[in-house]
């Protein structure tokens, strides 16, 4: 069973730029999360998707973070403009139900400059 | 929000050894899980336990919930150099969406 994907793997912008993430998740699972990660400490829930809808969006700085998860499977992650705290790991994960096994991808470590 | 919070922050032993990890937890859970992480990685599923169950194992790992003081424990029994990583707790709450919450996690070296 292939893994979760995410690309790039590394990215590094300059403040005010964009970036954007893609992932992929487990063919089936209808639950899909992204985190951010700063170095040192644990996963943060930006946003989480199920199927299309979003279930929590309450950490996701609305401003300049947008995410969208088309026809229920692949997603994106965008930010515009970034700032220097953006600098972190961005994590994508999916799982059959909410509270259930989440199974993560490699990760984007995003350094902005 | 941080719902679970790790003790020690960070943990040397010899390899050999057991190393007992504790989380701390703030809302009723439906369960709590544990993720290592190895070093640029990203985290991997270890082991679920159920707001009803008290233990549970799995190969020299073995986790304990104890719902009445919202507290787990994960032990690593018989360590090696390849357990060397960051383990965190994670709590699905019965409280708002069903999510996870994650903690900041305990930093395990082993040392040869």
């Known amino acids: 069973e292939a893994g979760v994907a995410q690309s790039p793997r590394y990215k590094i912008i300059e403040k005010r730029q964009s970036v954007a993430f893609w992932c992929n998740p487990i063919?089936?699972?209808?639950?899909l999360y992204w985190y951010q990660q700063i170095l040192g400490q644990g996963p943060k829930l930006l946003i989480q998707f199920q199927n299309n809808g979003v279930v929590d969006d309450s950490q996701l700085p609305k401003d300049r973070f947008s995410a969208e998860r088309l026809k229920g499977v692949d997603s994106t992650l965008k930010i515009q403009p970034a700032k220097l705290e953006d600098s972190a790991v961005y994590l994508c994960?999916?799982?059959?139900?909410?509270?259930?096994?989440?199974?993560f991808g490699p990760g984007t470590r995003l350094l902005v400059l | 929000s941080q719902q679970g919070e790790e003790d020690p922050q960070a943990l040397s032993i010899q390899e050999g050894e057991n190393a007992t990890m504790n989380c701390s937890y703030k809302t009723s859970i439906n369960n709590l899980q544990w993720y290592r992480q190895n070093s640029g990685r990203g985290l991997v599923h270890l082991i679920l336990?159920?707001?009803?169950?008290r233990e549970k194992h799995s190969g020299r790992l073995r986790v304990t919930l104890d719902t009445s003081k919202k507290s787990s424990s994960l032990l690593i029994t018989a360590s090696r150099a390849a357990d060397t990583a960051s383990y965190f707790c994670a709590t699905g709450s019965l409280q708002g969406a069903q999510k996870l919450v994650f903690g900041q996690g305990t930093r395990l070296t082993i040392n040869p």
């Open positions: 336990i159920r707001s009803n169950e």
């Open positions: 994960a999916s799982s059959l139900a909410g509270w259930e096994t989440q199974y």
């Open positions: 063919s089936g699972h209808a639950t």
